[in-house]
């Protein structure tokens, strides 16, 4: 890969291999609660430009590539809506060309030693009483904006800092008090796979923590230290901000020696939809300068409001690459409190899914190739009843509930406040030859695979159009599941 950019880690600064940044990994029955809906299209950034017969050409080896990323292979690379796939392992993979100018990638950068082997101790006391309160803007004592030099001296005993290790490894990240007792918020990326978390308050106490709950989806971590009398943070709505607001953060970019850093900025966007690990977020954006290590830490409003937890940075992956300045990214306040609050009573987050993986096809797509906006689907757990009621890979959802799809992100909130159980009316179009490919490549991934590869090392030249025919299947009444029940064993 060329001259990329990526989302840069804001934890432990050791640069990451693309190859492992840009690969996303099957779910596996012992790992996170599987989550269907993975939103991998990338709007974001300057395009080239793609011809409609290339794009139209290579959709069904995409499609069957992908399935057999995922089925095969260990995952599918998807991108900016391309899907990537690959066969073998390791530096032998094979990439196919993005054919866009900005390539949007996780921003976990994992400690070295970790790996899942590793876990941190669990927390055994009763977290139940741990909520998240969220407050108007400027709702504080003073209700008055505090000058950088009062805002950072107010605010910094509220803050901490993160070393974990595996093995003879360490990382850094950041993060803040939510209770005097003792309970402390970072990023799930910063504490998984490894052994040990040690936090250190502003007062240089060190104490060593132990896992409350963890949600690798919305990236949010809650911890518990044997510490009393601390200073905790006060939460502000994020749904109350408004773009061009003053924003702080203060934490440890690019590990101790920088301990305790202020950096300053604004709110300058919100609602961006990033794919991150293999989960689409909805995060804001921020001018605030963060780096590695400042993940977990908190985003405050100039009243010392925490807005957010600091989690992705956008950053030049080359040299020879464009610049990009000043693109922080931050989890919102009101997925905090939803997130900690779920943690702090279960240990874990249970959702209301479809039980599928898809990513989006948007109107780009739509104008080169005649296939309708939607979400296209590329895989199906066999326990849900989207199976059952018939759905295949390689379906398109084009509404829900009767409302049209544009993201997988938007789906997520239609349902959001739905329950397992509940139900939801899809309405699919379906290609008959590309479902039948679909199939074919699961129930023969062998076989397949060396016709896909095949295919997808033929030059442009040999490669003739391809004419689509996605017809209106119908309406699906399927119900949603719990993402808890998808991991159950038969």
Same mark, same amino acid.
């Given at each position: 890969?060329?001259?990329?950019?990526?989302?840069?880690?804001?934890?432990? /600064?050791?640069?990451?291999?693309?190859?492992?940044?840009?690969?996303?990994?099957?779910?596996?029955?012992?790992?996170?609660?599987?989550?269907?809906?993975?939103?991998?299209?990338?709007?974001?950034?300057?395009?080239?430009?793609?011809?409609?017969?290339?794009?139209?050409?290579?959709?069904?080896? *995409?499609?069957?590539?992908?399935?057999?990323?995922?089925?095969?292979?260990?995952?599918?690379?998807?991108?900016?809506? #391309?899907?990537? +796939?690959?066969?073998?392992?390791?530096?032998?993979?094979?990439?196919?060309?993005?054919?866009?100018?900005?390539?949007?990638?996780?921003?976990?950068?994992?400690?070295?030693?970790?790996?899942?082997?590793?876990?941190?101790?669990?927390?055994?006391?009763?977290?139940?009483?741990?909520?998240?309160?969220?407050?108007?803007?400027?709702?504080?004592?003073?209700?008055?904006?505090?000058?950088?030099?009062?805002?950072?001296?107010?605010?910094?005993?509220?803050?901490?800092? *993160?070393?974990? /290790?595996?093995?003879?490894?360490?990382? /850094?990240?950041?993060?803040? *008090?939510?209770?005097?007792?003792?309970?402390?918020?970072?990023?799930?990326?910063?504490?998984?796979?490894?052994?040990?978390?040690?936090?250190?308050?502003?007062?240089?106490?060190?104490?060593?923590?132990?896992?409350?709950?963890?949600?690798?989806?919305?990236?949010?971590?809650?911890?518990?230290?044997?510490?009393?009398?601390?200073?905790?943070?006060?939460?502000?709505?994020?749904?109350?901000?408004?773009?061009?607001?003053?924003?702080?953060?203060?934490?440890?970019?690019?590990?101790?020696?920088?301990?305790?850093?202020?950096?300053?900025?604004?709110?300058?966007?919100?609602?961006?939809?990033?794919?991150?690990?293999?989960?689409?977020?909805?995060?804001?954006?921020?001018?605030?300068?963060?780096?590695?290590?400042?993940?977990?830490?908190?985003?405050?409003?100039?009243?010392?409001?925490?807005?957010?937890?600091?989690?992705?940075?956008?950053?030049?992956?080359?040299?020879?690459?464009?610049?990009?300045?000043?693109?922080?990214?931050?989890?919102?306040?009101?997925?905090?409190?939803?997130?900690?609050?779920?943690?702090?009573?279960?240990?874990?987050?249970?959702?209301?899914?479809?039980?599928?993986?898809?990513?989006?096809?948007?109107?780009? /797509?739509?104008?080169?190739?005649?296939?309708?906006?939607?979400? +296209?689907?590329?895989?199906?757990?066999? #326990?849900?009843?989207?199976? #059952?009621?018939?759905?295949?890979?390689?379906?398109?959802?084009?509404?829900?509930?009767?409302?049209?799809?544009?993201?997988?992100?938007?789906?997520?909130? *239609?349902?959001?406040?739905?329950?397992?159980?509940?139900?939801?009316?899809?309405?699919? +179009?379906?290609?008959?030859?590309?479902?039948?490919?679909?199939?074919?490549?699961?129930?023969?991934?062998?076989?397949?695979?060396?016709?896909?590869?095949?295919?997808?090392?033929?030059?442009?030249?040999?490669?003739?159009?391809?004419?689509?025919?996605?017809?209106?299947?119908?309406?699906?009444?399927?119900?949603?599941?719990?993402?808890?029940?998808?991991?159950?064993?038969?």
């Amino acid at each position: 890969m060329s001259d990329e950019q990526k989302y840069e880690p804001n934890f432990h /600064y050791t640069p990451k291999d693309v190859e492992e940044a840009m690969k996303l990994e099957e779910p596996s029955p012992s790992a996170a609660p599987y989550t269907p809906a993975y939103d991998q299209a990338r709007s974001t950034g300057p395009r080239r430009a793609v011809s409609k017969k290339k794009a139209s050409s290579f959709l069904p080896v *995409i499609l069957v590539g992908a399935l057999l990323g995922l089925l095969v292979f260990g995952g599918a690379k998807l991108a900016q809506n #391309k899907v990537y +796939w690959h066969f073998g392992s390791g530096s032998s993979e094979e990439e196919a060309d993005p054919g866009f100018g900005y390539n949007f990638e996780d921003d976990v950068e994992v400690n070295q030693g970790a790996n899942e082997n590793y876990s941190l101790p669990a927390y055994e006391g009763d977290s139940s009483g741990l909520s998240i309160p969220l407050n108007a803007p400027g709702a504080t004592e003073s209700a008055v904006p505090l000058s950088p030099v009062e805002f950072y001296q107010s605010q910094l005993a509220s803050t901490v800092s *993160i070393t974990v /290790y595996a093995g003879q490894s360490a990382a /850094y990240g950041s993060g803040m *008090i939510l209770s005097d007792d003792g309970y402390i918020l970072t990023c799930a990326h910063v504490i998984q796979n490894t052994e040990t978390c040690v936090v250190t308050l502003s007062n240089d106490k060190q104490y060593e923590a132990k896992l409350v709950g963890s949600d690798e989806q919305t990236d949010l971590a809650v911890l518990k230290i044997q510490a009393k009398n601390l200073k905790p943070v006060t939460f502000c709505d994020s749904e109350q901000l408004q773009i061009g607001e003053t924003v702080y953060v203060i934490g440890d970019p690019l590990g101790p020696q920088f301990r305790g850093s202020l950096s300053e900025g604004i709110l300058s966007g919100m609602n961006r939809t990033v794919s991150s690990g293999g989960y689409a977020q909805m995060l804001m954006q921020i001018t605030a300068p963060v780096n590695s290590g400042n993940s977990g830490g908190p985003l405050f409003n100039q009243f010392g409001q925490v807005i957010g937890v600091v989690n992705m940075k956008m950053s030049s992956k080359s040299p020879t690459a464009a610049s990009i300045d000043n693109m922080g990214l931050s989890i919102p306040s009101q997925t905090v409190k939803k997130i900690v609050e779920s943690l702090a009573q279960t240990g874990s987050v249970t959702r209301p899914v479809l039980g599928i993986s898809c990513y989006t096809l948007d109107e780009v /797509y739509e104008h080169m190739t005649g296939v309708p906006k939607g979400l +296209w689907v590329i895989s199906i757990n066999e #326990k849900s009843d989207c199976a #059952k009621q018939g759905l295949l890979l390689g379906d398109l959802i084009t509404q829900a509930d009767g409302i049209p799809l544009q993201s997988v992100p938007q789906f997520q909130q *239609i349902i959001a406040d739905r329950k397992p159980g509940d139900t939801v009316v899809l309405t699919v +179009w379906r290609d008959e030859k590309l479902a039948e490919e679909a199939q074919k490549a699961k129930e023969s991934p062998e076989s397949s695979a060396s016709s896909s590869a095949e295919a997808s090392t033929s030059s442009e030249e040999e490669q003739k159009p391809v004419s689509y025919h996605f017809k209106y299947l119908g309406d699906f009444t399927v119900k949603l599941i719990s993402s808890k029940d998808l991991d159950k064993e038969n």
